[in-house]
């Protein structure tokens, strides 16, 4: 599979039995359906985005992209409605989604630090 971004190959990386491919170019990463909600519930699953997210963050502004699963279906700019400063694509065709590197790590950061602040501030039950 090529990287949507920056063409480059990407290669399968497995975690947990989960497969998702990371661009050897630019340190992206491609989920299938669901993959990254499973992924980030996994303990040391932030290992595989090794990415530089200096780099992620120079590729997170490239907005117009094709999803590399459906070819020509240009993929959907989505915000993390847990964390807004999380940008990611996702495919309206197979709910595909990519994240530039260092992105995933900033997503699953989120359980661990962010849900323990809305349990203290009562958010949750
Ligand atoms: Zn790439
Ligand atoms: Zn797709």
Redesign the pocket.
């Known amino acids: 599979m090529q990287?949507p971004?920056?063409?480059?190959e990407m290669a399968k990386v497995v975690f947990s039995s989960i497969e998702v491919d990371r661009?050897t170019?630019?340190?992206?990463l491609w989920f299938d359906l669901m993959e990254a909600e499973q992924l980030r519930s996994v303990r040391g699953s932030e290992t595989i985005d090794t990415g530089d997210a200096k780099e992620g963050r120079f590729?997170d502004a490239e907005r117009r992209i094709n999803c590399p699963v459906c070819a020509n279906t240009p993929m959907i700019r989505m915000v993390d409605n847990r964390q807004p400063h999380i940008h990611y694509e996702s495919c309206p065709g197979c709910f595909g989604i990519f994240f530039d590197a260092g992105e995933f790590r900033d997503y699953k950061k989120e359980t661990l630090l962010e849900s323990l602040r809305e349990f203290v501030a009562g958010k949750r039950p």
Do not use: P
């Open positions: 990287c971004k920056c063409d480059a661009c170019g630019c340190g992206g590729w």
